[in-house]
């Protein structure tokens, strides 16, 4: 937590001096044309590291975007939401959106597609998941399926002065899990000539029924482990940055970075190895 | 007394009949412009659009019509039986029309061409971060 807390003081003593725009539209990652859709793609080199044991980390090459807003629809990245009202300082959505634990199972889970990469999931062989030699090893082979579900639910912005604040919670639509999320999430903005950076803070909050199906441990796998691995609900943080340079009209370059850590519920889990997870991309984005 | 105030009474009402034949030859005078707004293409700022000038005299004479438009600074009719001028126009601000009486000077009537830039694109915001790593 106390890397929140100095990326937040870090920030707001920038943003005293920065000289933002109040304008809420004031560069092209803050809003959107209605009725067009925004299609593009990043070329360029990045990785996003696995925290599970036996799975390889995600190399991303390409990173595509695609959007459509409606007068009140909207579609965004695999995401489909409804303004429900909107004010100067806030807006109240209706949303659906997905889970981001399965993609660490899976190569075409919806959000490794938005990391377009190389090799993708895949897990290392000739390796089994063992914590200690004593204790019973899960087979990565062996695992059930984690399957994809979407998310239903409410969001909410505020604008203010000091930064924009999402919170939203959902849950899964399709008796997958039926488990809830939770979001809260802090970014700031800071447009400077042809540059624009964004920092954000998230805090995850996943119910014990999520954590359960995504990192707990089925009988069929290992009833050592299933007894073992208890579940509970957890509390990711992270820190992301996106930095923009504009080019031209249509070129960008970008960089992209986001470090997770990971609650100790979901790290106690044999299935996983590390206690973080971080992403990063590099490379030139074209908006068409 | 009562011969100041008769003289007074004498003179301004000769005056105030000056003045409202004065003021309704003015109103009976009008310069109408067709179209009055032209509107630029999204991607050009130059507006081109051919405009009709008339205008209305309660009784004929000879006019000229100045404008603040490099290519018509000044046009006269050549008689006063003349009313309606023709005009190509290609701008990219507004311009002021104005019609004097040619041998007086006075001013009688103005319009202006108003140029307005096409409506830019309706926008919203947008709730997610394109490049966001999931």
């Known amino acids: 937590m106390h890397y929140l807390l100095a990326l937040i003081l870090t920030i707001s003593s920038f943003a005293a ?18 009725g067009r859709w925004d299609i593009g793609i990043a070329l360029g080199y990045g990785t996003k590291s696995n925290p599970l044991k036996d799975f390889d980390d995600i190399p ?46 899976y190569r075409w889970d919806p959000s490794n597609i938005f990391l377009l990469s190389g090799n993708g999931v895949e897990r290392s062989t000739g390796m089994s998941i063992m914590d200690t030699p004593a204790e019973p090893v899960i087979d990565s082979n062996e695992l059930k399926n984690r399957n994809f579900t979407y998310l239903g639910g409410v969001e909410a912005f505020l604008y203010t002065r000091f930064g924009i604040v999402k919170a939203s919670v959902t849950h899964d639509l399709f008796n997958v ?96 190895d590390t206690d973080y997870t971080t992403t990063y991309f590099v490379g030139a984005a074209y908006r068409f | 007394m009562t011969k100041k105030i008769s003289l007074c009474l004498l003179f301004c009402s000769s005056l105030s009949g000056y003045t409202v034949a004065e003021d309704i030859e003015l109103l009976a005078t009008s310069l109408s412009l067709s179209p009055k707004i032209c509107i630029t293409s999204k991607d050009e700022e130059i507006c081109n659009v051919e405009v009709v000038l008339e205008w209305r005299l309660l009784q004929e004479r000879s006019i000229c019509i100045l404008s603040d438009y490099k290519e018509l600074k000044k046009w006269c009719n050549s008689s006063p039986g003349i009313n309606s001028l023709a005009v190509n126009i290609s701008a990219d601000k ?18 202006k061409l108003k140029v307005t830039q096409a409506s830019s694109p309706q926008v919203r915001r947008r709730y997610r971060n394109p490049w966001s790593l999931f």
């Open chain 1, 17 to 34: 001096t920065a000289h933002a725009s109040d304008d809420a539209c004031d560069n092209n990652t803050d809003c959107i044309e209605i």
């Open chain 1, 60 to 105: 991303l090459y390409a990173v595509p975007t695609i959007a459509y807003y409606g007068d009140r629809w909207f579609f965004d990245n695999g995401n489909i939401g409804y303004t429900v009202t909107e004010g100067e300082n806030y807006t109240v959505n209706i949303v659906s959106t997905f889970s981001t634990d399965r993609a660490f199972f």
């Open chain 1, 177 to 272: 899990h039926n488990g809830t999320e939770a979001q809260l999430r802090w970014l700031y903005n800071i447009p400077l000539d042809s540059w624009n950076f964004e920092f954000a803070a998230v805090l995850d909050w996943k119910s014990e029924q999520v954590v359960d199906y995504y990192y707990g441990i089925r009988p069929s796998e290992s009833p050592y482990w299933s007894e073992k691995y208890q579940a509970e609900s957890a509390l990711n943080q992270s820190i992301e940055f996106t930095g923009q340079y504009v080019l031209t009209e249509n070129w960008n370059l970008l960089l992209v970075a986001r470090y997770t850590d990971i609650a100790d519920e979901i790290v106690d889990s044999p299935l996983l």
């Open chain 2, 94 to 111: 507004d311009i002021q029309f104005v019609m004097i009486d040619k041998d007086t000077h006075e001013t009688l009537a103005g319009v």
